[in-house]
């Protein structure tokens, strides 16, 4: 990448070092570098440390080995430690959190935020903006009919279409030579915390340590500090920084690291329609907004969040893709796919079909399931008593699922298997086993990692406050999606740029009434 | 599409070309089908996917397993008279696929492999397995 040469690499800075600043900024993700930019050109002395360098490399990114000792979970690469972080990576999907996600629901264990959706929506706003997503229209109906798509027929106050929209934006490419180009914001390359130091009274932090591979330590101090290196390295951070108090930074009331959720991902059932119609097509990949626009939309399958409250569920949403099952290839109990597909046709529609020329593809629509994970004390990333190269422990992931969001899919799987055939769209085949406990063997996550330094106005229910500064100390904050309460199943990157431009606003007040 | 036929009209028209050659005045003349066989004919555009599906439903849900029962079932669900030959297949496919839907609607449904199907459809092919 060219246009970065004012980023410093922290590796050449003699060992010993002492840097003072206003407001240190750990991790250069889309939290990260969306709240440093809100700092741009003000009298705010930035500092932006980022672990690695501006691509990727295998000995740091080896710096962020976990180990997996709960259900299985794809770590490798899932978290991206160079400029610009999981961006490098992202699919850009995004898509806002809904009221319900927001609400503290009687039958979901801890969940609720302590505001709602309105508060967020100016927020939202302006992160479309940051990930250059257009405008925040998100009506599939509208959209799908401009685009000359159309929606499944399904009952919306039961199985309704939301709409997601595409921009993968690479937050480090895109605004790294801004960030150079500012004169109050200095990036530091491979420049990675290993502990933030609290002062004497255990009231704030005073500083941060920082090591290299090539072995110098500085530290840095300042004012303030942002915590926001993503939803598994955030808790190891305060758990690992543990020398003033033995159990780690905010973790008084033992939550640092719990309470961590995934989505659940899985594809388990395929949804057989008589005829392939590429006018849903809209469902099965991001389609252009407009000509020539950078920007995707997308529709997908959801729960009407109000028949999510009468079933008292997790909040349920499923991806929609091609899948070819084969036509003739008898099920066990003795029947095919192509059996189904005339069962839903009366005598007459094959030579339709004939005369008329309509499409016969041996394809289904398979569901990629996607779901909120229930909050989990249980659920949680902890310290492993092995150390990477810099000394600090390794993440151990224990990723744990509750009875409840099982059952909360079997539930959903039967409305939209019920829905399919009222509305006469087609049948539905599932493949769920029968055994509860067994329902999602092979789910996996989808790479978001949410709630182990979840939010929460009281300090033994939650690590931060509304504000997002870590209860009990004065001037640490945690950005990110670990700061979620409860989670829903939209992506989190939309949401995680929202609240940094939220927090930038908090830290600008803050500065401007106590300096 | 004017250069398309609709599919209602073919049905309505394979339908015609059916009462046509059953007709006692046709040329064709056969016995009136019943009621049970025209149930039958209508579970599925063909009938082995008919036959494999109800064998199935059969092999799971014996009760109730005799042509009789079922079709006493059917009628009930298809607000028919068991001993009528019911309306012309235009409207009998129509009930049909109201009932359907309604099955749907109101959980009354089947799993079988993993298909989530209805009562009505299930009991249209077990009808068919049974030999109508």
């Given at each position: 990448?060219?246009g ?5 690499d922290?590796r050449?800075?003699d ?6 600043t206003?407001?240190c900024?750990?991790g ?17 002395r ?8 501006l691509?990727?490399?295998a ?8 180990q997996?000792?709960g259900r ?5 690469q ?8 999981t961006t ?16 503290e629901r ?5 969940s609720?935020w302590?505001?709602?959706r309105d508060?967020?929506?100016?927020f939202?706003?302006r ?10 229209d ?9 685009l000359?798509y159309?929606?499944?027929?399904f009952?919306?106050l039961?199985?309704?279409t ?6 993968a ?8 030579a ?19 130091d ?6 704030f ?11 110098n ?5 300042a004012?303030?500090f ?10 190891r951070?305060?758990?690992d920084s543990n020398?003033a ?5 905010g ?8 309470y961590?959720?995934?989505h659940?991902?899985?594809?388990k059932?395929?949804i ?9 097509d809209i469902y099965?990949?991001?389609r ?10 997308r ?6 969040q109000d028949?999510?409250?009468?079933l ?9 893709g ?5 036509l003739?290839?008898p099920?066990?109990?003795g ?9 839903m046709?009366?005598?007459?529609s094959?030579?339709d079909?004939?005369i008329n020329?309509?499409?016969w593809?041996?394809t289904?629509?398979e ?8 909050p989990n004390?249980s659920?949680?990333?902890s310290?492993?008593?092995d150390?990477n ?12 699922l509750?009875?409840?969001g099982r059952e909360?899919?079997r ?11 009222r509305?006469?769209?087609g049948?539905y085949?599932?493949?769920l086993p029968?055994?509860?406990?067994r329902i999602l063997?092979?789910?996996?996550g989808g ?10 106005d ?14 009990g ?14 989670c829903?199943?939209?992506n ?24 | ?6 599919r209602r009209?073919?049905?309505?028209a ?9 007709a006692?005045d ?6 009136p ?6 149930l ?6 063909e009938?082995?996917?008919a036959?494999a599906?109800?064998r ?8 109730p ?9 059917l009628?009930a ?5 068991s ?9 009998l496919?129509d ?20 298909w989530?199907?209805?009562?009505t ?9 049974l030999?109508?």
């Amino acid at each position: 990448m060219n246009g970065f040469d004012n980023f410093i690499d922290t590796r050449k800075i003699d060992n010993g070092t002492r840097i003072e600043t206003d407001l240190c900024i750990i991790g250069s993700g889309a939290a990260g570098i969306t709240l440093a930019r809100e700092f741009a050109g003000s009298q705010t002395r930035i500092a932006l440390l980022e672990t690695g360098g501006l691509n990727f490399e295998a000995d740091t990114q080896q710096l962020g080995t976990i180990q997996v000792v709960g259900r299985p979970y794809p770590v490798e690469q899932c978290r991206l430690r160079y400029f610009g972080g999981t961006t490098n990576h992202w699919g850009g999907h995004c898509s806002r959190l809904e009221a319900i996600d927001f609400e503290e629901r009687d039958w979901i264990p801890d969940s609720g935020w302590p505001f709602g959706r309105d508060y967020m929506m100016p927020f939202y706003e302006r992160a479309h903006h940051v990930i250059e997503l257009g405008s925040l229209d998100y009506d599939a109906a509208s959209i799908a009919a401009k685009l000359n798509y159309k929606l499944f027929p399904f009952d919306p106050l039961k199985v309704r279409t939301s709409l997601s929209r595409y921009h993968a934006q690479r937050f480090g490419i895109r605004y790294g030579a801004e960030l150079n180009s500012s004169g109050n914001i200095t990036t530091y390359l491979y420049a990675t915390v290993t502990s933030l130091d609290l002062d004497p009274g255990h009231r704030f932090v005073s500083q941060v340590t920082v090591k290299t591979l090539a072995g110098n330590t500085v530290t840095v101090a300042a004012k303030r500090f942002v915590v926001a290196t993503g939803g598994i390295e955030n808790a190891r951070l305060l758990l690992d920084s543990n020398e003033a108090q033995p159990k780690g930074i905010g973790n008084g009331h033992d939550l640092v690291g719990r309470y961590f959720m995934e989505h659940i991902a899985y594809p388990k059932s395929v949804i057989r329609p008589p005829v392939m119609d590429p006018a849903y097509d809209i469902y099965t990949g991001e389609r252009p907004y407009l000509d020539g626009d950078p920007v995707g939309v997308r529709c997908h399958l959801a729960l009407h969040q109000d028949l999510t409250r009468e079933l008292r569920i997790p909040k349920f949403r499923t991806e929609i893709g091609l899948a070819k099952v084969p036509l003739h290839a008898p099920f066990s109990a003795g029947f095919s796919m192509d059996d189904i597909t005339n069962l839903m046709e009366r005598a007459g529609s094959k030579l339709d079909r004939v005369i008329n020329g309509a499409p016969w593809h041996p394809t289904c629509y398979e569901l990629l399931n996607y779901t909120e994970q229930v909050p989990n004390p249980s659920s949680r990333i902890s310290l492993s008593t092995d150390k990477n190269a810099l000394g600090q422990h390794l993440t151990k992931m224990d990723w744990r699922l509750t009875e409840l969001g099982r059952e909360g899919i079997r539930i959903a799987h039967r409305v939209i298997a019920e829905e399919v055939g009222r509305s006469g769209f087609g049948r539905y085949l599932g493949f769920l086993p029968e055994e509860e406990e067994r329902i999602l063997d092979g789910a996996v996550g989808g790479m978001h990692h949410m709630g182990t330094t979840r939010m929460h106005d009281d300090p033994r229910r939650g690590v931060v406050d509304r504000n997002c500064k870590i209860h009990g100390l004065e001037n640490i904050y945690m950005a990110g999606s670990s700061v979620f309460p409860s989670c829903g199943w939209p992506n989190p990157t939309l949401t995680i740029t929202a609240l940094s431009l939220r927090l930038a606003d908090h830290l600008k007040s803050e500065m401007t009434f106590h300096g | 599409m004017a250069d398309t036929i609709d599919r209602r009209t073919l049905i309505g028209a394979f339908a015609a070309a059916t009462a046509i050659l059953v007709a006692p005045d046709s040329g064709w003349a056969m016995p009136p089908a019943s009621l049970e066989a025209r149930l039958a004919a209508l579970a599925a555009s063909e009938p082995r996917s008919a036959h494999a599906i109800g064998r199935a439903y059969l092999a799971t849900h014996p009760t109730p397993g005799t042509l009789r029962d079922i079709h006493a079932a059917l009628c009930a669900r298809l607000r028919l008279d068991s001993a009528s030959r019911g309306p012309d297949n235009h409207a009998l496919a129509d009930r049909i696929d109201a009932a359907i839907r309604a099955d749907f609607a109101h959980g009354d449904t089947v799993t079988l492999s993993g298909w989530v199907m209805s009562k009505t459809e299930l009991q249209l092919c077990a009808l068919a397995a049974l030999g109508c």
